[in-house]
Each structure stands twice: as structure tokens, then as C-alpha cells.
């Protein structure tokens, strides 16, 4: 596609339930990137997926997050039993690669989460 | 970890002031972004800059590497250049490593 898609783009959601939010990159990025932009925090790295390479999860902050990606393409990010403290932007992005090294990252819009 | 650290924190400009934005990072970075997040939410790429300068219209850039600093410059500001301006540097296995962001209000 044009660019980096998201969706949904506002997610509310009751304490302790799960939640899935999507990423669809743009079409040829063999990098994808899931971040977090809350208040407290700032923009954080969460989880990078790179081609068939097992993912990075260094940036996931608990156990109750997970992410797949499906066939090198989109990507799922899970909460599940969420808190309020998960309420945040979380932001995809994707990228190509060169040499190994990622070239300039682009962002789509957000999910916006909001947990009550 | 590495620190990045953006300054000033906040901005308030007359149209068609210039002004520079600088981000100071703390260790030896493969690479530089800098962005704008509108008033929408959206992230988006000014400049990809490891090193030297680039310039695209009213903004340019400027990374010296080996003193682990760079400046944004926007000039002849615009209401539309309000937002967030953040700077982001890649590190080991990709990831990015954001500053807090300067707040730039551009008043007319």
C-alpha cells in the first residue's frame, strides 16, 4: 500500500479483557516495528520483526504482550488481561533493509487504547 | 542505555521567525531521524541523517557524528509547522531510541 496502515484506530476497551491491534506495513518492508507513546513514557520501542529472523521482544514490558507476524506481511499485537496503565498509542512501522541495517522508518497512525 | 536529549522543551514563535532545534545523544548511533508529529498524532520523516547536511525546502539538517549532536533548523515558520518535533537514533538490532520531543507553537 501507500503507506503504513492501522487499524482500529481507537480501541477502548474494559479492564482485564484482551485486545488485538493491526499493522499492515508497506508492501515490499521486510522490517516492521511496533511502539508505544504514552505520557509517562514517551515513545518507546516495543517488538522489531525482521524478514523470517526470530523477533527482537527486548522492549515488550510484560509478559501479557505478544505480536506475530503472518506470511512477512501484517502484523497482530495482543494485550491480554489489560491494565490501565496499557492506555497509550501504539504506533507500527515498517522499513527495508540494507546490509542488514534499517533504512529510514515510516509510522503509520496509531491505535489509540484506551483502558477503563 | 543511551540517552537522547532534545532541547528546548518548548518553543513559541512568530510566523516567519527561524529557529533550531537540537538533539545531544550519548553514545555511537548507526543513524539519526528526525520527525514531526502533527496536531493528528501522525509521525512524520523530515530527515534520515547519519551524518552531515541536508536540506528539503524551509527545514535542513545537520549531524556531526563524532560529537554525537544534531540540529534542525526550520526558517520563515508556519502555523502548519506547529507540533512536536522529535529526533530518534537507531542503535544495535534497529530499534529506535526517541527523545522527549521540543513543542513548537507557531503563532500567526
Known amino acids: 500500500g501507500a503507506g503504513v496502515s492501522q487499524s482500529p484506530s481507537n480501541k477502548v476497551t474494559e479492564k482485564g479483557k484482551d485486545v488485538e491491534l493491526r499493522c499492515d506495513p508497506i508492501s515490499g518492508h521486510t522490517a516492521l516495528y511496533w511502539y508505544r507513546q504514552s505520557l509517562g513514557q514517551g515513545l518507546e520501542f516495543l517488538i522489531y520483526?525482521?524478514?523470517?529472523?526470530?523477533?527482537?521482544k527486548s522492549g515488550l514490558p510484560s509478559d501479557r504482550f505478544s505480536a506475530e507476524r503472518t506470511g512477512g506481511s501484517v502484523s497482530t499485537l495482543t494485550i491480554q488481561r489489560t491494565q490501565q496503565e496499557d492506555s497509550a498509542v501504539y504506533l507500527c512501522a515498517s522499513s527495508s533493509l540494507s546490509g542488514g541495517y534499517a533504512d529510514t522508518q515510516y509510522f503509520g497512525p496509531g491505535t489509540r487504547l484506551t483502558v477503563l | 542505555g543511551i540517552q537522547v536529549e532534545q532541547s528546548p522543551p518548548d518553543l513559541i514563535l512568530q510566523e516567519g521567525a527561524n529557529s533550531t532545534l537540537r538533539c545531544n545523544f550519548s553514545?555511537?548511533?548507526?543513524?539519526l531521524q528526525w520527525f514531526h508529529q502533527n496536531p493528528w498524532g501522525q509521525l512524520i520523516n523530515l530527515f534520515y541523517?547519519?551524518?552531515g547536511t541536508k536540506q528539503n525546502g524551509r527545514l535542513s539538517a545537520t549531524t556531526v557524528a563524532t560529537e554525537r549532536y544534531s540540529l534542525l533548523y526550520i526558517s520563515s515558520s508556519q502555523t502548519t509547522d506547529s507540533g512536536v518535533y522529535f529526533c530518534a537514533v537507531r542503535i544495535y538490532g534497529n530499534k529506535l531510541v526517541f527523545g522527549a520531543g521540543t513543542i513548537l507553537r507557531v503563532k500567526s
Open positions: 541523517i547519519p551524518s
Open positions: 553514545d555511537s548511533v548507526n543513524n
Open positions: 520483526f525482521q524478514g523470517n529472523s526470530a523477533p527482537d
